[in-house]
């Protein structure tokens, strides 16, 4: 039943996110430099619209967090329950890792002797 409801889930994300992976855009910044050249000091201290002053990778979490919401319909408890179950995954990966690399140099160091 997981599987299903999983399969139906990529197939309605597969749906959306087709039209905007077929389709290309091409965006401008004209309109932003023309605002900033007509604002005062002031104002663009407040209104930050230069995109370089933007941290993108901030943005990123909150952005597919409202995508899981909005689009695919997710609740609050299943994105709380895979953010638990990514995190002792990585957790996992790491304590092997750790160990792994432990042996590799056990393994290494003795065979150099």
Do not use: H, T
Request: charged residues 35%; glycine residues 0%; contains cysteine.
């Amino acid at each position: 039943m997981k599987a299903v409801a999983f399969y139906n889930k990529m197939d309605q994300f597969r749906d959306v996110v087709q039209f905007f992976i077929l389709s290309e855009f091409k965006f401008s910044v004209k309109n932003l430099q023309f605002l900033m050249k007509k604002m005062n000091l002031e104002d663009q201290k407040v209104f930050l619209l230069r995109l370089d002053d933007i941290i993108w990778s901030d943005l990123r979490k909150p952005y597919w967090l409202e995508i899981k919401k909005n689009v695919l319909k997710d609740n609050e408890e299943d994105i709380e329950f895979a953010r638990k179950k990514l995190d002792r995954i990585a957790r996992r990966i790491k304590i092997i890792s750790f160990f792994v690399i432990g042996i590799l140099y056990m393994v290494f160091r003795v065979c150099a002797f």
